[in-house]
């Protein structure tokens, strides 16, 4: 067998060998996830399992709200946060790093102008002209480029689904913004009426204590109710105050540049419909960036194992070339040639010192992370679903328990007023009733509150409502 025969042979037995480790990893992993929420079952859910569709238009949920204000917060926020602008940004140059690997795969042309200056041992030394166009098309043998134009474009899908989860994020937090400042104005109201309130059982004790009806102890302890609850009432406006600050950063603005206007809570009529498919699969945005990050990581893999093989590149050159600059351009200075100029045009790795090796471990382990980051945030995906259609369930028994211990707190509140004034009762039973009205408007009022966050929690964790955009707009 002749030399030329024998190295045919040995890289015809290459290309076998290697071809049994050209499969890359799945691009997608079956996950054992039940078909409905367990949550669901108090709700009378019928729930499917997701099929991924992130990219379907989610319309502007925040409309089942009806509320004007909250559409021109998050319409402002929309157009103005940084965040959101950082996003898009990330966008542009994943698919601008998209487009750079995606021209690895095509004909490359270029030209240029310029001496080379040249000496041997047998002659002078020379200045010899070139104007020359050079071609080269790498053929893409075992799929590396194809590999990798992929993994790329996928990356460039796994931002445009960041984005997309930046912007419901943001959606929800003014969304959630909003209600907790208005959940925060409806309890100041109510301790603003309280501390009229207590500022007029001041001036009936003291009236009184000056006609010599009651003693300084009850002028006492109403001066010490009105300014616990002046305390109070501080308090929350601290609060709101700092809610207004974050929900202005939120708009893309100083806090010294907006100011939301104080108005009550309106109660959520947000209802979670009976039949409620799930598709935490489809329309969740961080799940499908980590869908495309999985099949990424995969066409990686198919990368590093396409290094073991041989590579073929096909290049040539063509244009003038003379020794003196006035004869470069015509026709008898032309040259051309055709292969690499040095080198071969078809090489094979024989021995990388473990490079390509170390390249497919850490690919493979990679893709190993992506895989347990995708099961992770399914996981997490399903834990906010369960959590916030268990606190709407709760919430709206517990505003329901909360409507009658007002009623009753009121009552209490009206019959010790009344028996105070007729000398049958001391001021601290009057105290004690009133204490207890407020305490439980205050409560009913923080978890009317909780309630409209918790109905924005869950259309977030479903990726942006429940029904089909035409039923949010």
Same mark, same amino acid.
């Given at each position: 067998?002749?030399?030329?025969?024998?190295?045919?042979?040995? =890289?015809?037995?290459?290309?076998?060998?290697?071809?049994?480790?050209?499969?890359?990893?799945?691009?997608?992993?079956?996950?054992?996830?039940?078909?409905?929420?367990?949550?669901?079952?108090?709700?009378?859910?019928?729930?499917?399992?997701?099929?991924?569709?992130?990219?379907?238009?989610?319309?502007?949920?925040?409309?089942?709200?009806?509320?004007?204000?909250?559409?021109?917060?998050?319409?402002?926020?929309?157009?103005?946060?940084?965040?959101?602008?950082?996003?898009? +940004?990330?966008?542009?140059?994943?698919?601008?790093?998209?487009?750079?690997?995606?021209?690895?795969?095509?004909?490359?042309?270029?030209?240029?102008?310029?001496?080379?200056?040249?000496?041997?041992?047998?002659?002078?030394?020379?200045?010899?002209?070139?104007?020359?166009?050079?071609?080269?098309?790498?053929?893409?043998?075992?799929?590396?480029?194809?590999?990798?134009?992929? +993994?790329?474009?996928?990356?460039? +899908?796994?931002?445009?689904?960041?984005?997309?989860?930046? =912007?419901?994020?943001?959606?929800?937090?003014?969304?959630?913004?909003?209600?907790?400042?208005?959940?925060?104005?409806?309890?100041?109201?109510?301790?603003?009426?309280?501390?009229?309130?207590?500022?007029?059982?001041?001036?009936?004790?003291?009236?009184?204590?000056?006609?010599?009806?009651?003693?300084?102890?009850?002028?006492?302890?109403?001066?010490?109710?009105?300014?616990?609850?002046?305390?109070?009432?501080?308090?929350?406006?601290?609060?709101?105050?700092?809610?207004?600050?974050?929900?202005?950063?939120?708009?893309?603005?100083?806090?010294?540049?907006?100011? =939301?206007?104080?108005?009550?809570?309106?109660?959520?009529?947000?209802?979670?419909?009976?039949?409620?498919?799930?598709?935490?699969?489809?329309?969740?945005?961080?799940?499908?960036?980590?869908?495309?990050?999985?099949?990424?990581?995969?066409?990686?893999?198919?990368?590093?194992?396409?290094?073991?093989?041989?590579?073929?590149?096909?290049?040539?050159?063509?244009?003038?070339?003379?020794?003196?600059?006035?004869?470069?351009?015509?026709?008898?200075?032309?040259?051309?040639?055709?292969?690499?100029?040095?080198?071969?045009?078809?090489?094979?790795?024989?021995?990388?010192?473990?490079?390509?090796?170390?390249?497919?471990?850490?690919?493979?382990?990679?893709?190993?992370?992506?895989?347990?980051?995708?099961?992770?945030?399914?996981?997490?995906?399903?834990?906010?679903?369960?959590?916030?259609?268990?606190?709407?369930?709760?919430?709206?028994?517990?505003?329901?328990?909360?409507?009658?211990?007002?009623?009753?707190?009121?009552?209490?509140?009206?019959?010790?007023?009344?028996?105070?004034?007729?000398?049958?009762?001391?001021?601290?039973?009057?105290?004690?009733?009133?204490?207890?009205?407020?305490?439980?408007?205050?409560?009913?009022?923080?978890?009317?509150?909780?309630?409209?966050?918790?109905?924005?929690?869950?259309?977030?964790?479903?990726?942006?409502?429940?029904?089909?955009?035409?039923?949010?707009?």
């Amino acid at each position: 067998m002749t030399l030329l025969n024998w190295k045919l042979a040995a =890289l015809a037995a290459a290309l076998v060998l290697a071809g049994c480790t050209t499969v890359k990893p799945p691009e997608q992993v079956t996950l054992d996830v039940p078909s409905q929420y367990r949550e669901a079952v108090a709700l009378e859910g019928a729930w499917k399992a997701g099929v991924p569709a992130d990219q379907s238009d989610r319309g502007q949920w925040w409309k089942i709200y009806a509320d004007s204000e909250l559409d021109s917060l998050i319409s402002q926020a929309t157009e103005a946060n940084p965040g959101l602008a950082i996003a898009v +940004a990330r966008v542009k140059e994943a698919r601008a790093t998209a487009g750079v690997v995606d021209a690895n795969r095509g004909f490359q042309l270029n030209g240029g102008f310029g001496p080379t200056r040249l000496r041997d041992s047998t002659t002078p030394p020379t200045t010899e002209w070139r104007a020359q166009v050079n071609a080269s098309y790498e053929v893409d043998l075992i799929g590396r480029l194809s590999d990798e134009s992929r +993994a790329a474009k996928l990356d460039a +899908a796994a931002q445009e689904a960041a984005y997309r989860s930046v =912007l419901l994020a943001l959606q929800a937090d003014v969304a959630q913004q909003y209600f907790s400042i208005r959940s925060l104005d409806s309890e100041l109201a109510i301790l603003e009426k309280t501390v009229d309130l207590r500022r007029e059982e001041v001036r009936l004790v003291q009236v009184r204590f000056d006609m010599g009806d009651t003693s300084e102890l009850d002028v006492a302890k109403a001066r010490t109710e009105l300014s616990i609850v002046q305390a109070e009432a501080e308090s929350v406006r601290r609060v709101r105050a700092q809610q207004d600050h974050a929900l202005a950063i939120l708009l893309g603005k100083a806090p010294a540049q907006f100011t =939301l206007a104080p108005a009550p809570l309106q109660p959520s009529t947000v209802i979670v419909p009976a039949g409620l498919p799930s598709e935490l699969l489809e329309r969740r945005p961080d799940i499908a960036q980590a869908q495309r990050q999985l099949a990424a990581a995969s066409a990686r893999v198919g990368v590093a194992k396409a290094a073991f093989f041989p590579k073929l590149v096909l290049t040539g050159s063509g244009g003038y070339a003379s020794n003196e600059l006035s004869d470069l351009f015509k026709w008898s200075s032309r040259s051309w040639l055709l292969g690499p100029l040095v080198g071969t045009a078809l090489s094979l790795p024989i021995f990388d010192g473990g490079r390509n090796k170390a390249n497919l471990a850490r690919a493979d382990a990679g893709y190993e992370a992506q895989v347990a980051n995708y099961r992770q945030q399914v996981l997490v995906g399903f834990q906010e679903v369960e959590n916030n259609l268990s606190a709407l369930r709760t919430l709206d028994k517990q505003i329901g328990f909360q409507d009658e211990a007002i009623a009753s707190a009121r009552q209490a509140s009206h019959l010790a007023e009344v028996r105070y004034r007729n000398g049958s009762a001391s001021y601290f039973e009057v105290i004690d009733a009133q204490r207890t009205s407020l305490a439980a408007e205050r409560a009913q009022s923080q978890s009317m509150g909780q309630r409209s966050l918790a109905s924005v929690g869950l259309i977030r964790a479903l990726g942006g409502g429940w029904g089909s955009p035409a039923d949010v707009r």
